[in-house]
């Protein structure tokens, strides 16, 4: 990406809108410092501002009337967010006062930031490559403690340098490569070849196929999971919800049918975000509310990562559930008999043998037995074969990368293809350099501009 110097002072409010203890001001560009010497004036008068360090003093308009009182900072490029310089006003957190802050800033000639434009700086300043910029929003947007965590490492550049060290072999193999091509007729075989595929493998293309793993998982400790409650009416979905949430959110009633819009909640099971819904149980004859509500539940279960069936043990398993589970056929599904407690150990194991495809897990929503290996159910059939891979993980590619991955090794496959046939040098030379550009993709080098829009306007303003 080549870099421009901006020529114009940006600024925004930096904090939460609402009131807060503190809001922030916050301004980066040529122009920061002398703004700050119009707009701040400092308890003890001041010659000059030293970099890093807080001052306190009073927040002045153009009119010098007094705006708050505060503490001010002014950093020197390059040892900042944006490597430009920067200012940041701390004031308190109202957010009347942060907007006169912010109009006095700008009517002294600085303009609004857009969304993301302070990080966008710190990318096309190269002080962070696109995977770090992106991680940014990611940290911001974490819905547990584990997303955060995999935000943070990726922002200290985790994913950034396993990709420079896939980059630096492909370089090295592009320059053997080059060396072949520069002395055509030499009589020695110049490129070892079965050499070459294995550095290719071992250094490029399995680095990449993990890679590939973690933004599977990735996806589902940053997104989460969304699971459906189906089953007939009365058979314990409210019911169920309600223990796994540890609260009274949906109503439970003997009546059937109590559950007519679908309920959703958030909670987490394992560090994975879990997005719950509780749905109307699904009958031949209703209401015509019911009705609806039977559609809507069938729609989730549609779109849903996992559904839990739950059969009402007491009751067995009969046509409702077997045409139920027949129209959920491709969705991954855990077959959950709730109502253990009424029936002896015999019948829950006959109904269980009537699902010999689906894990099965008995539970008593009512007594609260079971739940525990529901969840460890639910984990397992969520992050499948990746449990080990989803606990030692340290970073997360995202959708975006995820795909330009697969481009980079579909182009390191066919250069291994390439190589094994012993293709010439100069085509081989062609895919080296396909899966360098992709990987430029990845960390900024080569996005285009409006790639760059797209991913900094998930952005907030002021960040
Ligand atoms: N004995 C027993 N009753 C339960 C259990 N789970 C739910 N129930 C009862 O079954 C009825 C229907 O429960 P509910 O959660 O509303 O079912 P839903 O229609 O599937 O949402 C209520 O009277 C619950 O108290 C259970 O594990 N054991
Ligand atoms: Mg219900």
């Given at each position: 990406m080549a870099v421009h110097p901006a020529t114009d002072t940006i600024a925004a409010i930096a904090t939460a809108p609402g009131t807060g203890g503190i809001g922030i001001v916050r301004i980066s560009g040529p122009d920061a410092l002398s703004l700050l010497s119009t707009l701040f004036v400092p308890h003890r008068p001041q010659s000059s501002f030293i970099s890093h360090r807080l001052y306190y003093g009073r927040v002045v308009n153009e009119a010098g009337q007094v705006l708050d009182e505060a503490l001010a900072v002014y950093m020197r490029s390059p040892h900042t967010y944006t490597r430009e310089d920067v200012v940041e006003l701390h004031c308190h957190g109202s957010y009347m006062v942060l907007q006169e802050v912010l109009r006095t800033v700008f009517s002294l000639g600085a303009r609004p930031a857009q969304s993301g434009e302070f990080t966008k700086r710190a990318f096309l300043g190269g002080r962070i490559d696109l995977t770090r910029a992106e991680a940014v929003v990611d940290l911001l947007q974490a819905q547990t403690p584990k997303s955060a965590q995999l935000a943070a490492h990726q922002l200290q550049g985790e994913l950034f340098e396993r990709l420079e060290l896939i980059r630096d072999e492909l370089v090295n193999i592009l320059a053997l490569l080059e060396v072949a091509i520069d002395f055509?007729?030499?009589?020695?075989?110049?490129?070892?070849y079965e050499q070459v595929v294995l550095r290719l493998q071992s250094a490029v293309l399995l680095p990449l196929e993990q890679l590939l793993a973690m933004a599977d998982q990735g996806k589902i400790i940053r997104d989460g999971v969304k699971i459906v409650l189906a089953g007939?009416?009365?058979?314990g979905k409210s019911s169920l919800l309600n223990v796994l949430l540890r609260e009274e959110r949906a109503l439970v009633t003997?009546?059937?049918?109590?559950?007519?819009d679908t309920i959703e909640e958030r909670f987490v099971i394992r560090g994975i975000p879990v997005h719950l819904i509780d749905t109307a149980g699904i009958r031949q004859h209703q209401d015509p509310i019911e009705a609806m509500g039977i559609e809507r539940a069938r729609q989730k279960m549609r779109q849903a990562d996992l559904v839990l069936l739950l059969v009402d043990a007491s009751a067995g398993c009969a046509a409702p559930e077997r045409e139920l589970f027949q129209s959920i056929s491709d969705k991954p599904t855990i077959v959950v008999i709730n109502k253990c407690d009424l029936v002896d150990g015999h019948q829950v194991a006959n109904l269980a043998n009537s699902f010999p495809k689906n894990p099965v897990v008995p539970i008593s929503a009512k007594k609260q037995q079971g739940i525990s290996e529901l969840q460890e159910a639910i984990y397992q059939r969520v992050v499948g074969d990746g449990a080990d891979l989803c606990e030692q993980m340290t970073c997360a590619p995202n959708t975006r990368h995820r795909a330009i991955l697969t481009q980079t090794l579909t182009a390191g496959q066919r250069l291994e293809t390439a190589l094994r046939d012993h293709a010439p040098v100069d085509l081989l030379a062609i895919e080296v350099q396909s899966a360098l550009d992709y990987l430029g993709d990845i960390t900024g080098l080569t996005t285009t501009e409006d790639v760059l829009d797209v991913i900094f306007s998930k952005f907030c303003i002021g960040k």
């Open positions: 055509p007729d030499e009589d020695v075989e110049i490129v070892q007939r009416p009365n058979a003997p009546q059937p049918g109590t559950t007519r």
